[in-house]
């Protein structure tokens, strides 16, 4: 069982430069999320879809842009990396109501 | 909009004993959900236990149990029995039920460690 996949694990970027962070769920859930994980802090919602076909912004959306492809799939895109997106990003996933959030294993990416 | 402060960046205790970490939030709701997610040098996000707001009754699993106080807006974790595996970060979340998309709000996270 795959749960919550991400691809890629590691990236490095330049300053500038494009960059969509892939995530897929194969458990049939409604929701999905993309959160960033900094130092000493916890995760930060940056986009959520509720639903097949919605996108939201969470609490710090500025520089990305997200896409629901379909139901399993939920992409990350970065337009013109910045130092300070340096981060650990997280997909998350969840099916309805009272279900918890089963995420992905992180993606680390660091801009230069 | 929802706050969560974990005011203990680090704790640390002896194996086999018990361990208390500390979560307080602040939210104009009566109704929600409260989680504490471990998270291990595997970067992996990992369900501990999670509690609605509407029951009395302290959530528990297995050796991780938790102290609900609604009015003073407090989630505390108990860990019993400490084992080498539960050293990790463990994140403390909370999820309104009246905001759409049910987003979580994190803490900021207390590292623990667990010494033999």
């Known amino acids: 069982n795959a749960g919550v996949t991400q691809t890629p694990k590691f990236q490095v970027l330049k300053t500038g430069q494009s960059m969509t962070l892939q995530c897929a769920q194969d458990?049939?859930?409604?929701?999905m999320y993309w959160y960033r994980q900094d130092p000493g802090m916890g995760l930060r919602l940056i986009y959520y879809?509720?639903?097949?076909?919605?996108?939201d912004k969470g609490e710090v959306p500025n520089g990305y842009n997200v896409s629901r492809l379909n139901k399993r799939e939920f992409s990350l895109r970065l337009e013109s990396a910045a130092p300070s997106q340096t981060s650990v990003y997280f997909c998350?996933?969840?099916?309805?109501?009272?279900?918890?959030?089963?995420f992905g294993d992180g993606t680390r990416l660091s801009i230069l | 909009a929802q706050t969560v402060t974990q005011s203990q960046p680090e704790m640390s205790v002896q194996e086999a004993e018990t361990v208390t970490l500390s979560c307080t939030y602040d939210t104009s709701e009566s109704d929600y959900y409260l989680f504490w997610y471990k998270q291990p040098p595997s970067r992996q996000m990992i369900l501990v236990i999670r509690q609605e707001a509407y029951k009395q009754q302290n959530a528990t699993e297995n050796r991780f149990s938790v102290n609900f106080q609604k009015a003073a807006k407090s989630f505390s974790l108990k860990i019993s029995d400490s084992q080498l595996g539960d050293a990790a970060m463990y994140f403390c979340a909370y999820r309104s039920l009246e905001t759409s998309g049910s987003r979580l709000t994190f803490g900021e996270g207390t590292q623990l460690t667990v010494n033999p």
């Open positions: 879809s509720a639903s097949e076909g919605t996108t």
């Open positions: 998350a996933s969840r099916w309805w109501a009272n279900q918890p959030q089963h």
């Open positions: 458990m049939n859930h409604n929701s």
